[in-house]
Nanobody, 124 residues
Framework: QVRLVESGGGLVQPGGSLKLSCAAS????????MSWYRQFPGKQRDLVAVITSGGQTNYADSVQGRFTISRDNAKNTVYLQMNSLKPEDTAVYYC??????????????????WGQGTQVTVSS
């Protein structure tokens, strides 16, 4: 189907920046929305930011003005630029993408795929 691979997580000091990347691969026909979620220990996965194929974006209130989601449609890649990071941003970040892909028969089918997750730790 479609595989998502994330990169860019790590340890950063409060006030610092990180940029996450998520590349989709496979027999992709089109990708509609691409999103970033995060999950705190023992909690459910929450939406951080979403971007449509047309470039429209939406953010969680907690990251508005600090995080920027973008995408490169030619590379099937979504990014999350995170600035002014706070300790409460510490979480595992996941990307998600939905769209259409080619099945073995050549017909199109919908997909909704997740990345494996990348740890972001904000600490001094």
């Amino acid at each position: 189907q479609v595989r998502l691979v994330e990169s860019g997580g790590g340890l950063v000091q409060p006030g610092g920046s990180l940029k996450l990347s998520c590349a989709a691969s496979g027999r992709i026909f089109s990708i509609n929305t691409m999103s970033w979620y995060r999950q705190f220990p023992g909690k459910q996965r929450d939406l951080v930011a979403v971007i449509t194929s047309g470039g429209q974006t939406n953010y969680a209130d907690s990251v508005q003005g600090r995080f920027t989601i973008s995408r490169d449609n030619a590379k099937n890649t979504v990014y999350l630029q995170m600035n002014s990071l706070k300790p409460e941003d510490t979480a595992v970040y996941y990307c998600d993408a939905e769209g259409k892909y080619y099945m073995d028969s050549g017909s199109l089918s919908w997909f909704n795929s997740w990345g494996q997750g990348t740890q972001v730790t904000v600490s001094s």
